[in-house]
């Protein structure tokens, strides 16, 4: 039996894209890698928002609606940063928690970090990666329907 390939449509695409982020998610689940950065002490946890940022063909920059929420267990200075930025996003002083809120701009993935204020020492990372959609043809096939094909 012959067995034709069609190029996949937009639709095949995007669910092709959160199946695989979906399938990803259910493997760390499961490994026991937890959906959010922990210190080795668990004294500090971070959740970040979003897991990741996906282009669309002909977009340069990946927008998204980034959101931090972080706790300790005692009270301290912390600075939430952008890997290799100078600038803090924003800084907590003898706070347990906090959160933070923005519209980011992004070309590559970014590596977001929670980092001791007075000493900068690094307190936890996580990683928002960015992906871009293939560019294949996405007009939508024709087929008959009584194709199961």
């Known amino acids: 039996m012959i067995l034709k390939v069609h190029k996949a449509s937009s639709t095949y695409t995007v669910f092709t894209t959160v199946g695989c982020a979906m399938a990803?998610?259910?493997?760390?689940?499961?490994?026991g890698t937890p959906l959010h950065a922990a210190s080795p002490n668990s004294d500090f946890t971070m959740q970040v928002r979003p897991r990741l940022c996906v282009l669309s063909p002909g977009e340069a920059m990946c927008t998204m609606q980034f959101a931090v929420t972080w706790s300790a267990a005692t009270a301290t200075d912390v600075c939430l940063t952008f890997a290799g930025e100078l600038e803090a996003l924003r800084c907590w002083q003898q706070e347990r928690e906090g959160q933070f809120e923005m519209k980011v701009e992004r070309r590559q993935s970014a590596l977001v970090q929670l980092r001791e204020?007075?000493?900068d020492t690094l307190l936890l990372e996580e990683q928002i990666p960015i992906i871009s959609r293939d560019k294949r043809d996405?007009?939508?096939?024709?087929r008959h329907a009584w194709s199961i094909l």
Not at 24 to 31: D, R, T
Not at 138 to 142: A, D
């Open 117 to 119: 204020a007075n000493s």
């Open 24 to 31: 990803l998610s259910l493997v760390l689940i499961l490994v």
């Open 138 to 142: 996405t007009r939508s096939r024709r």
